[in-house]
Nanobody
Framework: VQLQASGGGLVQAGGSLRLSCAAS????????MGWFRQAPGKERELVAA????????YYADSVKGRFTISRDNAKNTVYLQMNSLKPEDTAVYYC???????????????WGQGTQVTVSS
């Protein structure tokens, strides 16, 4: 499966962004999807994940109540709605896919390119 992330940009603190990740090349509904982020000098962090048909989701504590992951299997797309953004949310955001879903797992086989999110104070 090939993944293409988009939707990043520059936003002021308190603002919102919606990231999208379009999948191609395989049956999208066969894959659990995750959003990761990596800030300069920090390890890659799992932000949110969603199971194959969206019945289960996972969120990092740092984004609970502010971010929402969703998917549209008819459009082969997963989304990350980010509200109440903070400067510490600044990072490159990546989408990833894996045939297995384990809440909180960072083991994903397929990765998209990153999209930069910058939150100004």
């Amino acid at each position: 499966v090939q993944l293409q992330a988009s939707g990043g940009g520059l936003v002021q603190a308190g603002g919102s962004l919606r990231l999208s990740c379009a999948a191609s090349g395989s049956t999208f509904s066969s894959y659990a999807m995750g959003w990761f982020r990596q800030a300069p000098g920090k390890e890659r962090e799992l932000v949110a994940a969603i199971s194959w048909i969206g019945g289960s989701t996972y969120y990092a504590d740092s984004v609970k109540g502010r971010f929402t992951i969703s998917r549209d299997n008819a459009k082969n797309t997963v989304y990350l709605q980010m509200n109440s953004l903070k400067p510490e949310d600044t990072a490159v955001y990546y989408c990833a896919a894996d045939r297995s879903y384990v809440a909180g797992s960072k083991n994903y086989d397929y990765w998209g390119q990153g999209t930069q999110v910058t939150v100004s104070s």
